[in-house]
Each structure stands twice: as C-alpha cells, then as structure tokens.
C-alpha cells in the first residue's frame, strides 16, 4: 500500500480580515433569527393569534430563512464561493425591511438602523476585493 501521507503541511492562507468581519456580521444576523423564530415559535404556542395559519406561516419563513443564514455562514467559513450571492440577496433584503422600519406606519427608527448597519457593512464586504479574491474557487487559484 503507497505511502499517501503528505512531506509537508498544505497550508492554506490566514482568513483575511475583511472575511473574519463578514463571518461575524452575517454570523450575528443568522443568531438574531434563530432567536427571532424561536421568539414566533414560543408566542404561537402561548399567546392565542387571531390568525393560526398566518403566525405558522410566519414562523415557518423565519425558519427557512434562519436555515439559510445558518448555510451560509457554514459555507463562507468552508471557502465555498457560492455564499457570495446568498449574502448579496440577504443584505439587500435586510436594507429593504430597514428602509420600511424608516417609513412604514409603526415607524421605529432604531430598528431601522439596527437592521440597515449590518446590511450595508454586509454588502461592503462582500463586494470587497479580499473577500471576493479569498472565496475563489481552489482550481481557479492554482492557475
């Protein structure tokens, strides 16, 4: 049986800082919508909603999107260069519900800059040259 054990260490260069800021920033949304879903899911069952279908139907599409945030900070950790879009899509959505926080009839203006701040640092990085050049992929790096 050949000797597969490698002479020397493959290694793989640090997390630029800009990537370790984004980790942190998308990896804080997806915890605050973990917590949002299990806020839902615990209101469902103890307080009465007038409407059961709406707050399941509410409380199943902040699950799926906590899953996908959860994904996506899994992948952007694992290098996979496919998060690149997925966080694009999120930080514009999350600065479409700031701007509705801004102007919506139960305007509340600091939830408003507590979702647009993420988003717009989101999408500051993401774009960034050290995030874009990091995420990819390996067989494009070697060439």
Known sequence: MPDTTPTA????????PAVTTLLVVV????????VTTVVLLVESIV???????????LTL?????????????????????WVRAGILVWQVMQGALAIGAFQGVF?????GW??????????TLVLSRA?????VPRD????
Do not use: K, M
């Open 27 to 34: 990896g804080l949304e997806a915890l605050a919508l973990v």
């Open 131 to 135: 995030v874009t050049g990091w995420l």
């Open 140 to 143: 494009a790096r070697d060439e």
């Open 114 to 123: 507590v979702l647009l701040i993420p988003a717009l640092l989101g999408l």
């Open 47 to 57: 307080a009465p909603s007038s409407s059961i279908a709406s707050a399941i139907a």
């Open 107 to 111: 305007r509340v203006a600091w939830v």
């Open 9 to 16: 260490p493959d290694r793989t260069p640090d997390r630029p």
């Open 61 to 81: 599409l902040c699950a799926v999107a906590a899953l996908w945030l959860v994904s996506l900070v899994v992948g952007l950790r694992n290098r996979r260069a």
